[in-house]
Each structure stands twice: as C-alpha cells, then as structure tokens.
C-alpha cells in the first residue's frame, strides 16, 4: 500500500478497517480456543499437567536410521540429522555402538538414562505442576526430576555430578525453558552409542502446541564433544486415557529377580 | 472399607480461608462441640491457604515422625538413642524369642526413617499426639498365628539372606511402599491431585481426587494405587493395588498383595499434619490395625538425586557376582 493512500482515508475507509478488524477477531476466536488461553493454570501460566510420551524412535537412535530385528524404523530428532562431533568424539561414538549391548548403562544396568534420553523412552511421563515447583515424574526407574524455579547451577566446578543433572527453570512467555547442568558423563543419548560428557549442558524448551501437544526443543552443548551447540525437536502428546496415571516399569528390581534368582550361588 | 470419594467441601473452604477452624477439628474431623479451650481472639489466626481448585494447601518440604511405635515426640525430638536396645520401642513387632539376631546396624535409626536434609520449622502441636500402633490398644499386632511364624521364619533368614527375597528393601534400591521413609518430602498439588515427592529412592507418589476407581487387579505397584478426597481438613486416601515386596518395618518385612490401607492426613497447622494409617491385610492379620504419626513441615529445600543402583554392590557383597549373562 502506497503511503499517499494512507493520508486519504475517508470514513468509508475507516469503517472497512473496522470491518476488516471484526473479521479478523471473528478468525481469531477458533484460534484462540486452541492457544494456551483455554489451558492455563489460575496463575496464567499454560497447562502442563498430566501425563505425556514422545512417540518416535529416538530411545533407539536420535538419528535417522532403517528398521532391524528389535529396533523400530525410524527418522531421526536431530535438526539436519547430523551431529557435529570433534573427530576423537566421533571416533568413541562408533566405539560405543561397537559395543553397545554391555556399555550403554541403561540398556545393560537400567541405570538413570540422562537427560533429554529420559523424555524420549517409550515410557510415559507426568509433569505436576504448581507455582511452587514443577515435577517431572516418568515411568522408568521411578525416575524424578524437581524443576527448581528459583536459585542457581551448583558451581560447575564442584564435583557434584548428577545423572539427571541439576534443572533450573523459567519462563519465557507461554514457553517452559529448563536448563540443566552438572551431568556426569555415564548416560548416553540412546541406545546407538551418542553420547557426551560431564561438561553436558542441556536447555530444553515446553510450550503447548494445543491441549494435547506439546512441542519439545532440546539444545545440546558439550564443547568436549561436539565442536558446536546442537538441537533435538520433537512433539510430545498427551496420553487421552481416561484415567491415565504412571504405573511402576521398576527396571532395576527386574534385572535383580533375573540375576539373582539363584542366589547365593554355590561356589565350585 | 472402601469409600467413595466425595468433592472437596469448597464452600467450607471458603469459610476457612478466613478463619482458621483446623485447630479446633479433633483428628476424627467430625465438628468440635462447643470448645472452651479454644484459641480464639487470644491467639492470631493462621489463615489456611487453598490451591485453585479449593485443596487446603499443604505443599511444602516435611519429614514423617513415628509411625513405627515410638512412645512419645520428646523421644522422636531427641533423635536416636545411641547403642540401646534396638527393639526396645518396637514392641509391636519385636520378636522376644529370637535367639540369633537378624538386623545390622542400629534398628532405632532405622525406626527414625531418615527425614535428613529437613530442618523442621515451628513448633509441634501443643497437644500430645499418638504415635505409632494405636489400635488395638494393646500394641500386639493381631497376626494370624501361622502367617506370624512364617514372618519369623523370614526374619531368621535375613542375616546372611538365604535368598534374594530376603535381602531387605533398600539393598535392592527398591520402592519401599508407603512406611519405611521419614523423607525428605515434598508435597505439591495440582487440579485434583496431591502429589508427594520422595528424596529417598526418587519416587513420586500421586494420590488422584479426580473419582477415579482403583486400576484393576492385576497391576501390582510397590507403592499401591492411591485415591483420595478431603473431608475439610482431612485427606482420606485409600490405597490397594500393592504388591507383595513392601515392608512395613524390619520386624515385618513384608505385607501381601492383599494389603489395602487408609490413610488420613489431618491438617493440624500450618506446618503440621496429623497422619493416621490403617492397615488392613487380611492374608497376614486377624483384623485391620492402625497406626498413626506426623509430617512435620521443613524449610524450603531442593532435594538432592538420589541414585541407588547406579552406585550400589549391595548384591554383590552378599552374594558375590551373578554369573555371566
């Protein structure tokens, strides 16, 4: 539109504005009913209580990879599939694949997974959430993290390492960033070997989608391991069950009953 | 024994947001009559704050005190009690006849249940509370008499375990039901939900007041299934669903599959709530029991990770490496 017309706006322009402006709110209030608006808690913040999953195939591979006897097709999580690992990082990438089946911890001991791997296995979630803190409770391992929303990292040089790491969040706008720091460097991304070290710092971003979606950023820095910063992405979905709730996947109690069974063992 | 869950009292709610009316709530939560000792105009009123959706909000950090028989809150304050008797106050489920002993390390820190990280805040209810088995009023647990045999039996083979089932709860890094942990807790509520977080062993207990039945019988949980709702100031949950590896404490190493409990938490103040829990397991016992006791509020705290199996040779120690897989 040429600035000349602007200066002659007659009523009759004005009132096609004011028009344009009413069908334009018209338009707005099916969207409206889908934002945030219709899902946010008392205090204005949106809605993320209740119980979700990731339904992909990250828990496998993060990255794109074809179908084999127990590992399901998938594509990958990875913003442009790859990762940029310096070369003696790649170098211990395919070594962990190598030798997956007994180094990858979780897979072999059912140990805390790490984060963001412990969004993506196919064991479902629950955030609780109030203005006090936010809990996010998963299924595997009885797995928790505590959202802390106020206070800062431990020192990063201080030897305290976590394997969920120490999660910080806060909001930007309608968006749950949580930031997460102090990993040790025991957990892998998934079961194909991707992994990091202690000096692991995660940033990962809720914001709902719809009621039903929420859409799952994850930034991944470890400059002992990737030459640059690095992203996930994915949508996580609400499960809809009526009367959907965590139940027990006690991993750990599992493995126990099967290495134990015939415990003590007789010495030969 | 079961009850139906009925809607939170709101309008009731309301009343109590201006006047705080708990205090003077024996902890059957039936009205008080008219209560000469109440402490009305003399002492300012703590408001009780609801949640959204109308809860009494008792989120916050709390250690749980003496469910497991101690005597008396002087007794929980002064903390454990050196190299006495472990079983001394444990005298519902002692077992005078053992002749080898079967605990390691000190039963009373045990019967403590942790609670460390906490730093309780206020003072505890003025009035005495009942701690521990205080039904039946005898103390005696009403076993059945060869489910109590086989108990002692189990006991007898703890110490070295005879079998994986006898190593006990927290060598395995296992949830340890709904008894043995004094906390650190973090209590937080959302719509219909009060959930209870665990420092010790990282679980997250969610008792559900949306109405919902019970799972069905088939899914087995350490920590049960648990339904609730308020009755004012009371949550009365009601939790079955169990499986049969929980403990209740050393001396009872396990309860059954049968196990359906009824527990009460009675706001008593802002940073007490009154605990009642009764334990009805028709498989082990004659008749239900109760037993009651304490969640203290603490300072604010960030509860640390707590992993077990990542670190543990627990097993290992006690019975040597598993064979290769």
């Given at each position: 539109m040429k600035t000349t017309n602007k200066k002659r706006l007659t009523g009759v322009d004005i009132a096609g504005v004011a028009a344009i402006a009413a069908v334009l709110s018209l338009m707005q209030a099916p969207a409206l009913a889908q934002t945030p608006a219709a899902h946010k808690l008392a205090d204005g913040k949106p809605d993320f209580n209740g119980i979700w999953e990731a339904l992909n195939t990250a828990s496998w591979d993060i990255q794109d990879h074809t179908g084999q006897l127990g590992i399901p097709p998938g594509q990958g999580v990875v913003e442009g599939n790859e990762i940029p690992y310096l070369p003696a990082a790649l170098a211990k990438k395919k070594e962990n694949f190598a030798n997956r089946k007994t180094a990858d911890l979780t897979e072999a001991n059912c140990f805390l997974p790490g984060v963001p791997r412990i969004t993506y296995m196919p064991y479902p979630f629950q955030i609780t959430q109030s203005a006090k803190a936010i809990a996010f409770s998963y299924e595997f391992a009885h797995a928790l993290r505590v959202i802390h929303m106020e206070g800062q990292h431990p020192d990063p040089n201080s030897s305290l390492d976590t394997w969920l790491g120490d999660s910080r969040g806060r909001w930007e706008g309608d968006t749950l960033v949580v930031d997460s720091r102090n990993f040790n460097d025991q957990t892998w991304f998934d079961k194909a070997g991707n992994f990091h070290s202690d000096a692991l710092h995660v940033v990962e971003r809720y914001s709902l989608a719809d009621a039903g979606h929420i859409n799952y950023d994850v930034t991944i820095e470890d400059p002992k391991v990737f030459a640059k910063a690095w992203k996930m992405s994915m949508p996580l979905y609400r499960r809809m069950e009526k009367n959907a709730k965590l139940l027990e996947y006690e991993c750990v109690f599992y493995l126990q009953e099967k290495r134990y069974k015939d415990a003590p063992f007789t010495k030969k | 024994m079961s009850r139906k869950p009925s809607r939170t009292n709101i309008t009731f709610g309301v009343i109590l947001t201006t006047a705080w009316l708990g205090s003077l709530m024996p902890a059957n939560g039936q009205a008080p009559a008219a209560d000469k000792s109440a402490p009305k105009a003399t002492t300012p009123a703590p408001a009780l704050a609801r949640t959204p959706d109308g809860q009494p909000d008792i989120q916050g950090i709390y250690a749980r005190r003496g469910i497991w028989g101690l005597a008396d809150d002087e007794r929980e304050a002064n903390g454990p009690r050196g190299k006495e008797d472990p079983l001394e106050d444990d005298e519902y489920s002692e077992l005078p006849d053992n002749p080898k002993p079967w605990f390691q390390g000190s039963g009373k820190n045990f019967a403590q249940g942790g609670g460390g990280g906490v730093t309780l805040v206020g003072p505890a209810p003025a009035e005495p509370r009942r701690f521990g088995l205080v039904d039946p009023s005898d103390k005696i647990l009403p076993w059945k008499p060869e489910e109590d045999k086989k108990r002692r039996d189990f006991l007898m083979n703890t110490n070295p375990p005879a079998s994986l089932r006898n190593v006990e709860y927290d060598a395995r890094c296992s949830l340890p039901g709904l008894f043995l942990n004094g906390g650190p807790f973090e209590f937080i509520q959302a719509a219909k939900e009060v959930v209870i977080l665990s420092e010790y062993q990282h679980y997250t207990r969610t008792i559900h007041l949306d109405g919902r039945p019970h799972l069905g019988s088939n899914i087995r949980l350490f920590m049960g299934d648990s339904i609730g709702h308020w009755e004012r100031n009371t949550l009365i949950v009601d939790t079955t669903n169990?499986?049969?590896?929980?403990?209740?404490?050393r001396t009872i190493p396990y309860l059954s599959d049968a196990l359906h409990t009824i527990e009460r938490f009675t706001v008593v103040d802002r940073n007490n709530i009154d605990y009642e829990v009764t334990v009805d397991d028709p498989k082990l016992f004659t008749k239900p029991w109760k037993t009651a006791g304490l969640y203290r509020r603490g300072k604010d705290y960030e509860m640390a990770e707590f992993a077990c199996a990542e670190g543990s040779q627990e097993l290992v120690n006690i019975f040597g490496q598993p064979p290769s897989r």
């Amino acid at each position: 539109m040429k600035t000349t017309n602007k200066k002659r706006l007659t009523g009759v322009d004005i009132a096609g504005v004011a028009a344009i402006a009413a069908v334009l709110s018209l338009m707005q209030a099916p969207a409206l009913a889908q934002t945030p608006a219709a899902h946010k808690l008392a205090d204005g913040k949106p809605d993320f209580n209740g119980i979700w999953e990731a339904l992909n195939t990250a828990s496998w591979d993060i990255q794109d990879h074809t179908g084999q006897l127990g590992i399901p097709p998938g594509q990958g999580v990875v913003e442009g599939n790859e990762i940029p690992y310096l070369p003696a990082a790649l170098a211990k990438k395919k070594e962990n694949f190598a030798n997956r089946k007994t180094a990858d911890l979780t897979e072999a001991n059912c140990f805390l997974p790490g984060v963001p791997r412990i969004t993506y296995m196919p064991y479902p979630f629950q955030i609780t959430q109030s203005a006090k803190a936010i809990a996010f409770s998963y299924e595997f391992a009885h797995a928790l993290r505590v959202i802390h929303m106020e206070g800062q990292h431990p020192d990063p040089n201080s030897s305290l390492d976590t394997w969920l790491g120490d999660s910080r969040g806060r909001w930007e706008g309608d968006t749950l960033v949580v930031d997460s720091r102090n990993f040790n460097d025991q957990t892998w991304f998934d079961k194909a070997g991707n992994f990091h070290s202690d000096a692991l710092h995660v940033v990962e971003r809720y914001s709902l989608a719809d009621a039903g979606h929420i859409n799952y950023d994850v930034t991944i820095e470890d400059p002992k391991v990737f030459a640059k910063a690095w992203k996930m992405s994915m949508p996580l979905y609400r499960r809809m069950e009526k009367n959907a709730k965590l139940l027990e996947y006690e991993c750990v109690f599992y493995l126990q009953e099967k290495r134990y069974k015939d415990a003590p063992f007789t010495k030969k | 024994m079961s009850r139906k869950p009925s809607r939170t009292n709101i309008t009731f709610g309301v009343i109590l947001t201006t006047a705080w009316l708990g205090s003077l709530m024996p902890a059957n939560g039936q009205a008080p009559a008219a209560d000469k000792s109440a402490p009305k105009a003399t002492t300012p009123a703590p408001a009780l704050a609801r949640t959204p959706d109308g809860q009494p909000d008792i989120q916050g950090i709390y250690a749980r005190r003496g469910i497991w028989g101690l005597a008396d809150d002087e007794r929980e304050a002064n903390g454990p009690r050196g190299k006495e008797d472990p079983l001394e106050d444990d005298e519902y489920s002692e077992l005078p006849d053992n002749p080898k002993p079967w605990f390691q390390g000190s039963g009373k820190n045990f019967a403590q249940g942790g609670g460390g990280g906490v730093t309780l805040v206020g003072p505890a209810p003025a009035e005495p509370r009942r701690f521990g088995l205080v039904d039946p009023s005898d103390k005696i647990l009403p076993w059945k008499p060869e489910e109590d045999k086989k108990r002692r039996d189990f006991l007898m083979n703890t110490n070295p375990p005879a079998s994986l089932r006898n190593v006990e709860y927290d060598a395995r890094c296992s949830l340890p039901g709904l008894f043995l942990n004094g906390g650190p807790f973090e209590f937080i509520q959302a719509a219909k939900e009060v959930v209870i977080l665990s420092e010790y062993q990282h679980y997250t207990r969610t008792i559900h007041l949306d109405g919902r039945p019970h799972l069905g019988s088939n899914i087995r949980l350490f920590m049960g299934d648990s339904i609730g709702h308020w009755e004012r100031n009371t949550l009365i949950v009601d939790t079955t669903n169990f499986n049969e590896f929980t403990a209740f404490t050393r001396t009872i190493p396990y309860l059954s599959d049968a196990l359906h409990t009824i527990e009460r938490f009675t706001v008593v103040d802002r940073n007490n709530i009154d605990y009642e829990v009764t334990v009805d397991d028709p498989k082990l016992f004659t008749k239900p029991w109760k037993t009651a006791g304490l969640y203290r509020r603490g300072k604010d705290y960030e509860m640390a990770e707590f992993a077990c199996a990542e670190g543990s040779q627990e097993l290992v120690n006690i019975f040597g490496q598993p064979p290769s897989r």
